[in-house]
C-alpha cells in the first residue's frame, strides 16, 4: 500500500509540472520585453527547446490577429521544436506553440482540449487585455536588457 502511495503521489507530482501551475516549470535567465502600443510587459521563458528556438529570433515584430475573443495568435514562416501537450487550462498572459508555427498569446482563463507547447507566461498581466484591443496588434519582442 505504501508503495502505491508513493508511485500515486509521483504521478500528480509529474502531471502538475507539466500540465499544471507555472511554478513547477524551470524558466531560462533570459526574458524578453514586449511592447504592445507603446506598453511594455516581460515574458518569461521556459526552459526548453522551444522558448529557445524563439529566443533565437530576437528582436522580432509581428503582427497578431484576435481569436475567439480570448487570444492572439501569428503564423510564422518557419518551425519550431514541438512538445505539445494537452494543457487542460489556460491562463491569462500564457505564450504558447500551436502546432509548429503558430505563435498563441492568451488574454483569458480558460478550460481547453487543445494541445500546445509551452514559450513562456507574461510576469505581469495587468491591462494586458486592454492593451491588446479588438482585431490585430503589432507587437514587438526583444531581449531584456
Known amino acids: 500500500m505504501k508503495i502505491l502511495l508513493t ?6 507530482t509529474a502531471c502538475n509540472s507539466v500540465y499544471g501551475d507555472n511554478t513547477y516549470m524551470k524558466t531560462l ?8 502600443n507603446n506598453k511594455e ?4 521563458l521556459y526552459d526548453n ?3 529557445k528556438d524563439f529566443l533565437a529570433m530576437m528582436p522580432l515584430t509581428i503582427t497578431m490577429n ?18 505539445s501537450s494537452r494543457v487542460g487550462s489556460i491562463k491569462t498572459g500564457d505564450f504558447m ?6 505563435l498563441v498569446l492568451f488574454y483569458e482563463n480558460f478550460s481547453t482540449s487543445y494541445s500546445y507547447t509551452k514559450i ?5 498581466t495587468s491591462g494586458l487585455k486592454d492593451t491588446l484591443g479588438r482585431g490585430s496588434v503589432q507587437i514587438t519582442f ?3 536588457n
Open 7 to 12: 508511485f500515486f503521489l509521483f504521478i500528480m
Open 29 to 36: 535567465n533570459t526574458s524578453i520585453n514586449l511592447k504592445i
Open 41 to 44: 510587459y516581460k515574458l518569461i
Open 49 to 51: 527547446q522551444t522558448a
Open 66 to 83: 484576435d481569436l475567439n475573443a480570448n487570444e492572439k495568435y501569428h503564423n510564422l514562416s518557419k518551425n519550431l521544436t514541438t512538445q
Open 97 to 102: 506553440l500551436y502546432g509548429s508555427n503558430c
Open 120 to 124: 513562456g507566461y507574461i510576469e505581469n
Open 142 to 144: 526583444s531581449i531584456n
